[in-house]
């Protein structure tokens, strides 16, 4: 089955300090890809969504600024959260579209969970 | 503002009974609807999905459930088995697919 990988699995950084996450579909090409985010009992909230080689869209109330995404390619996307403050602390998982498959059907990466002291 | 609730955090069946897994919707517009099952340190994974236009989907011991009139949908899982017991997710989407709204998630307990 296709598999998306994430990386890093965790994370701890200082406040206003950068992270890069990184999201691969490893054995299939990503049309698109989505970021989620999710707090401890809440739902997967889609934060923005990013097809290879344009401008990722992002959801209201998402600073784009502050939330960097960038698809170069149709196998890694990757967000940056800059100068992360504590608020920031949270579990970010992606997503991956192909175009070979159903075009409901999403595959996720397992996660990264961000920790801003 | 939450378009897709889950308002049962856990459930817990005995192995062989049914699950019964629920979920409500808010926006009339959404045209498929979707089943994630979540283990521990791993990414969702799709489970089954029905569209706008059938009432009901089944796939082996895994059955959903529309109903447009009242914004539900339920996921029945019969028989349960204990290795059933994960984070199961509903989720939404428009027709052309580029969103997806998800709900905050039933962790299922199958006890032996």
């Known amino acids: 089955g296709a598999v998306v990988s994430q990386h890093p699995s965790r994370v701890i950084c200082k406040s206003g300090t950068s992270v890069k996450i990184e999201c691969r579909s490893l054995?299939?090409?990503?049309?698109?890809m989505f970021w989620y985010r999710q707090f401890p009992k809440q739902s997967l909230m889609l934060m923005a969504t990013?097809?290879?080689?344009?401008?990722?869209?992002?959801e209201q109330g998402v600073e784009k600024d502050k939330f960097l995404i960038n698809h170069a390619s149709l196998t890694l996307s990757t967000l940056t959260v800059t100068s992360a403050h504590p608020e920031d602390s949270s579990f970010y998982i992606c997503?991956?579209?192909?175009?070979?498959?159903?075009?409901?059907?999403?595959?996720f990466g397992p996660g990264t969970r961000l920790t801003v002291t | 503002d939450q378009q897709v609730k889950q308002n049962s955090p856990s459930l817990s069946v005995q192995e062989g009974r049914i699950s019964i897994l629920n979920c409500d919707y808010t926006?009339?517009?959404?045209?498929?609807f979707l089943w994630y099952k979540k283990y521990p340190a791993e990414g969702p994974t799709f489970l089954i999905s029905?569209?706008?236009?059938?009432d009901k989907n089944e796939d082996g011991r895994f059955t959903v459930f529309l109903n447009k009139s009242a914004k539900h949908l339920s996921l029945h899982i019969v028989p349960s088995q204990p290795g059933d017991s994960a984070v199961y997710f509903c989720?939404?989407?428009?027709?052309?697919?580029?969103?997806?709204?998800f709900g905050s998630g039933t962790k299922l307990n199958v006890k032996p």
């Open positions: 029905i569209s706008s236009i059938k």
């Open positions: 926006n009339s517009m959404f045209d498929y």
């Open positions: 989720a939404a989407s428009p027709y052309n697919f580029n969103k997806f709204y």
């Open positions: 054995d299939f090409q990503a049309t698109t």
């Open positions: 997503s991956a579209q192909t175009l070979a498959g159903a075009p409901y059907e999403q595959y």
């Open positions: 990013s097809n290879e080689g344009s401008k990722a869209t992002y």
